[in-house]
């Protein structure tokens, strides 16, 4: 397509369930890039992935998250355990290639942990 | 590691220019971008400077300056529209580093 679609748009779990979000990038785009927002302020990088190889992972907190991005499937961010802290929206950005900076993002997912 | 830093708020007029200054720490340099969030939205890209000098869209344009460490994005003939978060960002490595984002209101 020629936007990113995140699925789903609002999601509610109570502390200590799993939440999984999607993502399909743009069609022809071999990088997706997760971000979570916490209360409007800074994006906080989670990881990329070029094509379904992890290109950096350095955000992503691995005691509980874990993302995905297989071939002929939407990109999936998986949170184990959810908490409190959890609460945020997830960005997902996609980018043609590497060498540019500029990154297409999705309408993200709003994630609620009660 | 890298690190950005730009205003929390900017405020003006309908109609007059801002500029939104952002000053970075880097490991390694690829270029300088700008992206624009309305509340409730998704974040879009504004622009990208890899070299030093002025690049200018309609009524936004933005600057960098490499040696400096500095950049700014410079809005022009502002619009109520316009009222947004605004970020700098630059690139390292598989990722991209943002700034922590300046709120723009526009006063009628």
């Known amino acids: 397509g020629e936007e990113v679609a995140q699925t789903p748009k609002h999601l509610v779990r109570g502390e200590g369930q799993k939440a999984k979000l999607y993502c399909a990038p743009i069609?022809?785009?071999?990088?997706v890039f997760w971000y979570q927002q916490v209360l409007k302020n800074e994006f906080k990088f989670l990881i990329s992935?070029?094509?379904?190889?992890?290109?950096?992972e350095t955000g992503m907190p691995k005691e509980r998250f874990s993302a995905k991005c297989l071939p002929n499937s939407p990109c999936s961010l998986e949170i184990q355990a959810t908490k409190l802290e959890d609460s945020a929206v997830y960005f997902c950005?996609?980018?043609?290639?590497?060498?540019?900076?500029?990154?297409?993002f999705g309408p993200g997912t709003r994630l609620t942990v009660l | 590691g890298q690190s950005l830093e730009q205003p929390s708020e900017v405020t003006a007029v309908e109609g007059a220019i801002v500029q939104i200054n952002c000053t970075y720490q880097?490991?390694?340099?690829?270029?300088l971008s700008w992206y624009q969030q309305h509340d409730g939205g998704a974040p879009t890209f504004l622009s990208y400077?890899?070299?030093?000098g002025l690049e200018e869209t309609g009524r936004f344009s933005s600057f960098l300056s490499r040696s400096d460490s500095y950049g700014y994005l410079l809005l022009q003939e502002l619009q109520m529209k316009d009222s947004a978060s605004y970020f700098c960002?630059?690139?390292?490595?598989?990722?991209?580093?943002f700034g922590k984002g300046t709120r723009l209101h526009i006063l009628p």
């Open positions: 960002a630059v690139r390292e490595a598989g990722k991209i580093i």
């Open positions: 880097t490991s390694g340099f690829y270029g």
């Open positions: 400077n890899a070299l030093d």
């Open positions: 992935f070029q094509n379904e190889n992890v290109f950096d």
């Open positions: 950005a996609s980018s043609p290639r590497s060498g540019t900076d500029t990154q297409y």
């Open positions: 069609k022809g785009h071999s990088y």
